[in-house]
């Protein structure tokens, strides 16, 4: 199973970027999606997940990103909006069998990784 992460940029505070992470090698609708990201000198954090119909944000995003998927693409998206300075890091897509995986943040397929940076 492969990921490939794309969508990343500059973009200013208040802006919006959408991330797609295209999925390829595996059956897609079996798959718990996630989104994660690690910041300079931070540890790596979930940002959202869905699994099995049900989704799930980080305190910090909730409101402003919403992610979605489309199993005829293969493809999870995480809509990004009023970005904060903070968010800034490198967003990575996972997946995994196992929601469970994705809940604990150790999923079995990483895609590469997009830079996201908001300058104030």
């Known amino acids: 199973v492969q990921l490939q992460a794309s969508g990343g940029g500059l973009v200013q505070a208040g802006g919006s970027l959408k991330l797609s992470c295209a999925v390829s090698?595996?059956?897609?609708?079996?798959?718990?999606m996630g989104w994660f990201r690690q910041a300079p000198g931070k540890e790596r954090e979930f940002v959202a997940r869905?699994?099995?119909?049900?989704?799930y944000y980080a305190d910090s995003v909730k409101g402003r990103f919403t992610i979605s998927r489309d199993n005829t693409k293969n493809t999870v998206y995480l809509q990004m909006n009023s970005l904060k300075p903070e968010d800034t890091a490198v967003y990575y897509c996972?997946?995994?069998?196992?929601?469970?995986?994705?809940?604990?943040?150790?999923?079995?397929?990483w895609g590469q990784g997009t830079q996201v940076t908001v300058s104030s």
């Open positions: 996972a997946g995994d069998l196992s929601s469970r995986a994705v809940l604990d943040g150790k999923p079995m397929y």
């Open positions: 090698g595996g059956t897609f609708r079996s798959y718990a």
């Open positions: 869905w699994n099995g119909g049900f989704i």
